[in-house]
């Protein structure tokens, strides 16, 4: 590796990791208001395609997770967390 490399490497900023994404994302269903696919979106910049794969996979994992459409923008929210 060259220093130009080195140098270039250092200066980008750390993305965190889909771990801690998908932390901050349980986080944000387990809320009592829970949260809109544009919220999600702006706080984790995800693509609404990979939110909602998110939130199926958490389905698969024994959450229960309801997508509210009685309130306007629609919500997700997680009812029941999966027992791990």
């Known amino acids: 590796m060259?220093?130009?490399n080195?140098?270039?490497q250092?200066?980008?900023p750390k993305k965190p990791n889909?771990?801690?994404k998908k932390t901050r994302l349980?986080?944000?269903l387990a809320?009592?208001?829970g949260a809109s696919i544009a919220q999600i979106e702006k706080t984790l910049s995800w693509?609404?395609?990979t939110i909602r794969a998110e939130i199926s996979r958490l389905r698969k994992t024994g959450a229960e997770v309801m997508h509210d459409?009685?309130?306007s923008p629609p919500v997700y929210r997680i009812v029941t967390a999966a027992v791990r």
Request: proline content about 4%; aromatic content about 0%; cysteine-free.
């Open 26 to 28: 349980r986080e944000m």
């Open 47 to 49: 693509q609404p395609h």
């Open 6 to 8: 080195e140098s270039t």
């Open 18 to 20: 889909s771990k801690a």
């Open 10 to 12: 250092a200066t980008e």
């Open 31 to 33: 809320r009592k208001r």
């Open 69 to 71: 459409r009685s309130v």
């Open 2 to 4: 060259t220093k130009a």
